[in-house]
T-cell receptor, first 117, second 112 residues
Framework: AQKVTQAQTEISVVEKEDVTLDCVYE???????LFWYKQPPSGELVFLIR??????QNEISGRYSWNFQKSTSSFNFTITASQVVDSAVYFC??????????????FGGGTRVLVKP | DAGVIQSPRHEVTEMGQEVTLRCKPI?????LFWYRQTMMRGLELLIY??????IDDSGMPEDRFSAKMPNASFSTLKIQPSEPRDSAVYFC????WGNGYTFGSGTRLTVV
């Protein structure tokens, strides 16, 4: 069975500080996808990134960066120079890559990030 | 593209009433998923369809829940009879294998 653990339930930072969200996953599959979603106070789920298990390159998108380490089954997310608009709940998720799996997602419990001005 | 469209955005109903949630997936997507979000259980998959066929409904909590997808552009999730513990946000999502996974804005259901 797949499992995603986000050990941090809530993180509070002051604007312009960096914040790193941890994500640890468990799967027996050799091929899988990892995702991060943002859920702002308005409630929608906003896609941030999808990473294939074969691609261990770190990725940067503006102030966002992701560190994928297959050896430790972790896919951590860093927000650099945080802003108040980054305040949200962030979810890490895992899906099997085979078509039979249907890309169904297993979500972590989420980490609430509060950025104070 | 308008994205995944869910209706209604909010629904308040009395215990025992039938509730129907609706979803229009993104055109061309061949998978459709229904998720439920609660404080206690987080985000959990209820059921998903591939090419309009239900593939896995093991997440459907009880027989009171049913889902249909009569065509590629429409799906419903029905709860009959509804109970207060069904109060949650219900998300619909669609995807095309290997490319894209988009959620709707969700339906916030309150059963009183």
């Amino acid at each position: 069975a797949q499992k995603v653990t986000q050990a941090q339930t809530e993180i509070s930072v002051v604007e312009k500080e960096d914040v790193t969200l941890d994500c640890v996953y468990e799967t027996r599959d050799t091929t899988y996808y990892l995702f991060w979603y943002k859920q702002p106070p308005s409630g929608e789920l906003v896609f941030l990134i999808r990473r294939n298990s074969f691609d261990e390159q770190n990725e940067i998108s503006g102030r966002y960066s992701w560190n994928f380490q297959k050896s430790t089954s972790s896919f951590n997310f860093t927000i650099t120079a945080s802003q108040v608009v980054d305040s949200a709940v962030y979810f890490c998720a895992l899906s099997e890559a085979g078509k039979a799996a249907g890309n169904k997602l297993t979500f972590g419990g989420g980490t609430r990030v509060l950025v104070k001005p | 593209d308008a994205g995944v469209i869910q209706s209604p955005r909010h629904e308040v109903t009395e215990m025992g009433q039938e509730v129907t949630l609706r979803c229009k997936p993104i055109s061309g997507h061949d998978y459709l998923f229904w998720y439920r979000q609660t404080m206690m259980r987080g985000l959990e998959l209820l059921i998903y369809f591939n090419n309009n066929v239900p593939i896995d409904d093991s997440g459907m909590p009880e027989d009171r829940f049913s889902a249909k997808m009569p065509n590629a552009s429409f799906s419903t999730l029905k709860i009959q009879p509804s109970e207060p513990r069904d109060s949650a946000v219900y998300f619909c999502a669609s995807s095309f294998w290997g490319n894209g996974y988009t959620f709707g804005s969700g339906t916030r259901l309150t059963v009183v």
